[in-house]
């Protein structure tokens, strides 16, 4: 199994562009979540789905968008890109709801909003 | 606003030393998690305890938790150079949504 995958790995943007970032698992995880790390913060929750067709806000869902059309994959769009954007972005994955389960994630993105 | 606070912010020890990180938090849980992240990596699951749990091993790894003092701590003993890492506690104020903490940096020297 290839886990949690997320391209890009690196990502350059100027303010104002949009953007899709990929996340895609291979362990039939209905449990879906974006989080971002920024320094000294840890793990803020962005937007999580529950399985296909299901998605809510997390802490800070504001300049973000996702869908889930299919149980594998869970993209994150950001929508006008702003600096305060610039982040490390991670997906993850589990079985069921965030608390009960460990978490899978991927090795994240590193998005850099000049 | 973030659940949990791990204590303290970052940690030195010799190899071989024992290593302890604690981590409070502030509304009530049904479980509480301990993840580890090696620099420019994703977070990986070391531990899970229920709240009707006190004490956890795996391996190397021991966590006891204190509901009534909503606290947990992370012992690692017998730590190595390959144990340097960030370490981040995980709750569920929530079914769906899980909160971390800002984590406690430990760097184990040789």
Redesign the interface.
């Given at each position: 199994n290839a886990g949690v995958t997320q391209t890009p790995k690196f990502q350059v943007l100027k303010t104002g562009q949009s953007m899709t970032l990929q996340c895609a698992q291979d362990m039939n995880h209905e449990y879906m979540s974006w989080y971002r790390q920024d320094p000294g913060m840890g793990l803020r929750l962005i937007h999580y789905s529950v399985g296909a067709g299901i998605t809510d806000q997390g802490e800070v869902p504001n300049g973000y968008n996702v869908s889930r059309s299919t149980t594998e994959d869970f993209p994150l769009r950001l929508l006008s890109a702003a600096p305060s954007q610039t982040s490390v972005y991670f997906c993850a994955s589990s079985y069921g709801s965030g608390g009960t389960y460990e978490q899978y994630f991927g090795p994240g993105t590193r998005l850099t909003v000049t | 606003?973030?659940q949990g606070e791990e204590d303290p912010q970052a940690l030195s020890i010799q190899e071989g030393e024992n290593a302890t990180m604690n981590c409070s938090y502030k509304t009530s849980?049904?479980?509480l998690?301990w993840?580890r992240q090696n620099s420019?990596?994703?977070?990986?699951?070391l531990i899970?305890i229920r709240s009707n749990e006190r004490e956890k091993h795996s391996g190397r790894l021991r966590v006891t938790l204190d509901t009534s003092k909503k606290s947990s701590s992370l012992l690692i003993t017998a730590s190595r150079a390959a144990d340097t890492a960030s370490y981040?506690c995980?709750?569920?104020p929530?079914?769906?949504?899980?909160?971390?903490?800002?984590?406690t940096t430990v760097t184990v020297r040789a």
């Open positions: - | 606003s973030q849980i049904n479980n998690q993840y420019g990596r994703g977070l990986v699951h899970l981040f995980a709750t569920d929530n079914d769906y949504k899980l909160s971390f903490g800002a984590g």
